[in-house]
């Protein structure tokens, strides 16, 4: 199967371009410019001529320190380091947005393969909250077993302790008045 002439691009690669940058999942406009197809330029020039279509919360531009983790931490991004203008970084809502503006086939068609992206993360940070807190439920568990086993140890050893031996009764009279003794 193929988007116009160009192999499937499945959402784990997708998924692969999405960083998590002030707190939010965003996809650098390099990366969305090559999945729907077209120049990053070309991209940056409409969403430009759209501005409207991207309030603050769809896209924004990265900072120097910003730009420069993104360069260190991807590899197939080591290019931007020598760009003049920092990238934009595109929500969710900002790359589907951008699809609209760009209009081509391919964008409109990518756009869907990029919001199942986002969504396919959103499950797995979902999931994953969950397993986190079962595994916390599951070693308090495990802690309050370890106390119970530790205590059943211990009377354990009580009980394998062999007992302190009896005083023998005298056999006979037995005069527990001591008598005093005499000098002689």
């Known amino acids: 199967m193929s988007i116009n002439g160009n192999a499937l691009i499945p959402t784990e690669r997708i998924a692969q371009s999405i960083l998590l940058l002030r707190g939010q999942k965003v ?7 090559e999945l729907y197809g077209v120049p990053t330029k070309a991209l940056n020039q409409a969403v430009k001529r759209n501005q409207e279509r991207f309030p603050e919360d769809f896209m ?12 260190t931490n991807c590899d ?5 380091k020598f760009a003049k203008t920092s990238p934009y970084a ?7 947005q951008a699809a609209n503006v760009l209009s081509s086939p391919r964008a409109v068609e990518m756009g869907v393969y990029v919001v199942r992206a986002f969504v396919r993360l959103r499950e797995v940070l979902a999931s994953s909250k969950e397993l986190t807190a079962k595994l916390n439920e599951l070693e308090h568990k495990v802690d309050s077993h370890d106390q119970a086993i530790a205590g059943l ?3 354990m050893r009580e009980l394998m302790q062999p007992p302190e031996p009896q005083k023998k009764r005298s056999i006979g009279f037995v005069n527990h008045e001591e008598k005093p003794k005499k000098d002689g």
Do not use: C, M, R, Y
């Open 90 to 96: 595109f929500t969710e809502h900002g790359a589907i």
């Open 27 to 33: 996809i650098i406009d390099a990366d969305l410019a």
């Open 153 to 155: 140890i211990n009377a």
């Open 76 to 80: 197939h991004l080591a290019n931007l």
């Open 60 to 71: 924004f531009q990265l900072s120097a320190a910003e730009k420069a983790e993104v360069v």
